[in-house]
Nanobody, 123 residues
Framework: QVQLVESGGGSVQAGGSLRLSCAAS????????MGWFRQAPGKEREGVAA????????YYADSVKGRFTISQDNAKNRLYLEMNSLKPEDTAIYYC????????????????WGQGTQVTVSS
């Protein structure tokens, strides 16, 4: 059974950077999308960035485009999210997730989730 563990979260001042990492264990066969989602208190979970494994195509929320970069290692057993020029509105719990579907930015298609890692950006 696949398990995901996120790391790299923490507190940073606005304008700073963080790199999140997601380690996967188990059989990831039939996974087509790998993504990062975030949820702030009282808000809906939203897609941040995702990658379609078949082609390497990446997707980004408009709010993070140009600031965040999603990537994976060549064995597809680790997923990263590089976050630059962080803003207070980026504060949230960030989740790594895997999906057997094709709608890579739709959280409802994901069935494997990590425990989340807190990112706090102060002004």
């Amino acid at each position: 059974q696949v398990q995901l563990v996120e790391s790299g979260g923490g507190s940073v001042q606005a304008g700073g950077s963080l790199r999140l990492s997601c380690a996967a264990s188990g059989d990831t066969y039939s996974i087509y999308c790998m993504g990062w989602f975030r949820q702030a208190p009282g808000k809906e979970r939203e897609g941040v960035a995702a990658i379609y494994t078949g082609s390497g195509r990446t997707y980004y929320a408009d709010s993070v485009k140009g600031r965040f970069t999603i990537s994976q290692d060549n064995a597809k057993n680790r997923l990263y999210l590089e976050m630059n020029s962080l803003k207070p509105e980026d504060t949230a719990i960030y989740y790594c997730a895997l999906s057997p579907g094709l709608r890579c930015m739709d959280p409802s298609t994901y069935n494997i989730w990590g425990q989340g890692t807190q990112v706090t950006v102060s002004s």
